[in-house]
């Protein structure tokens, strides 16, 4: 990977370009783009150590002091010059209000455009003891930054203590024994665009998730305990549970009896889970990987983080160990793809958008190790303190975490679709899924949905307008053919099924006015602009017309009896 031209403009990356478009997107509310972290720092703080080494990392990674900006169509980076970091102390009362100004301070707005993408608070609380605050945007981080970060800090901050008023970043760095930087973030930028750029470096890998997703649904149908917004909100929560032991080498056994990987068993059972609970016999779930495979990312803060779409279309007669193989060879496949961006996955492939979920993957599983390099600062005890509230970018995320305790799961769910209880149900669902087919892998999967299953009376309904069946389906009944015909006429589409979606189609936030004022017009009852949003499946909102159409019918002949009675 060369170094890039710096007289020439530099281009964002693929994983840059998305994680803008979803700021833009999303606005300033959306914390799910940022990632902060918390440390309290207990004993004889020096604070001009830490500011220096803190202004060093931000010298050493170009990605830290990079804004970004459009010109002719194409968003470029633009990197700062160095400057010295300074930091304040911020005295606080106490344990609330810290929390308050942690808070606050975590929750300010990144601006893209000029703002450095690593800031950082020092909260003091007592001559023996701080709390530090470190803010990323995501647009320049990921897991493996943060290792590449702590270790980095630690070693910056070792040397700064060991010397008087130290400015130079350079200067700095040498005395820790960092390596000079051999390349930075905008230089695999630039590389990854030339790739992008060259039509047969990726072809194979554009014929590959061609033929594996035609066809492909473009939205998991979960069962929600709430309609889904029209605007994805970023508002989460999150529910751990261990994977017991037993369950842990039971599924490691399976995985050696059938030539596969332990994840391979847990994935291929959470794709079970997701068809069991959504009624989906055919569903995509994200892999995210760390697409580090380039010897120079290594060393490198940034966001490299790649999505890898896995489809799995089941069958409720087959049996887990078919599943299973059939799942490992398409992890192998979808490795060999690794390096193909997701966003420009999303482009090639030409799939829509829409402003309330994520294009394609709705649900992503993440396995890693346990942070490997925690903040260690020489002479302080460090702790890392738990976030204060959760935003997350998924609809659900599945962490699976693999330490000394064993294997951990996590699920990350956004608040405005889920309960809490439901998503306990989840976990506990999964593990009792999980257990019986790596003790059983015979057993059908309409057996282990029986482990499974959804609810009673969650989701049923909404789950049978996304099933490919009825994608496939034409409108029909009166409702869904006026729903069609009022698409078709106000959005230029022709050939809708029941399975359409308003805003896959063309539909934006004014011609859902525009359809919801006709739909008005033609049902003689008033149709909100929310409901358009709230139902973006055609038959979903058919559905939900004939339940508003019969809700002001019954008030009107409630009515109407209510002025015979009073009648003499």
Known sequence: MPRADRERPLPASHAQQGMWLAQEVAGDDDRSLTAPHSYRLTGPLDVDALAAALGAVLARHEVLRTGFTVRQGELLQVVADPTPFRLVPVDVAGPTELDAAVRDFTRLPFDLGRDPLLRARLFRLGAQEHALVAVFHHIANDGWSMDVFHRELAALYDAATGLPAVTDAKVLADVAELAEMAVQYPDFAVWQRSLADDEAAHEEALSHWREVLAGAPQLLALPTDRPRPAVRSSAGDRIGFALPSAVSAAVADLATALGTTPFAVQFAAFQALLAAWSGQRDLVTGITTANRALPETEELIGFFVNVLPIR??????????????????????????????????????????????????????????????????????????????????????????????????????????????????????????????????????????????????????????????????????????????????LLGCTSLTRGANFFQVGGTSLAASRVANRLSEELGVRVPVRDVFRNSNLAALAAHLTGLVREVARAQAAEAGSEGADRP
């Open 312 to 489: 799995a279309v089941l069958s409720p007669d087959e049996s887990f160990a078919n599943v299973l193989v059939r799942t490992g060879r398409s992890l192998i496949d979808a490795y060999k793809q690794a390096e193909l961006p997701f966003e420009l996955l999303l482009e090639r492939l030409e799939l829509p958008r829409a402003a309330g979920h994520n294009p394609l993957v709705q649900v992503t599983v993440a396995s890693h190790q346990e942070l490997t390099a925690p903040l260690a600062l020489s002479g302080l005890t460090v702790e890392h303190l738990p976030p204060r509230g959760l935003d997350v970018q998924e609809d659900l995320t599945f962490y699976l975490t693999s330490g000394a305790q064993g294997v951990r799961g996590d699920f990350a769910f956004r608040t405005d679709l889920f309960d809490r209880s439901t998503v306990e149900e989840l976990g506990r669902a999964y593990l009792r899924l999980l257990e019986r087919a790596a003790a059983e892998p015979e057993l059908t999967l309409r057996r282990l949905s029986e482990e499974a299953a959804v609810p009673a009376g969650r989701g049923a309904a909404e789950a049978a307008d996304h099933t490919p069946e009825a994608a496939a389906t034409a409108p029909r009944g009166v409702l869904e053919e006026l729903v069609a015909a009022v698409w078709s006429e």
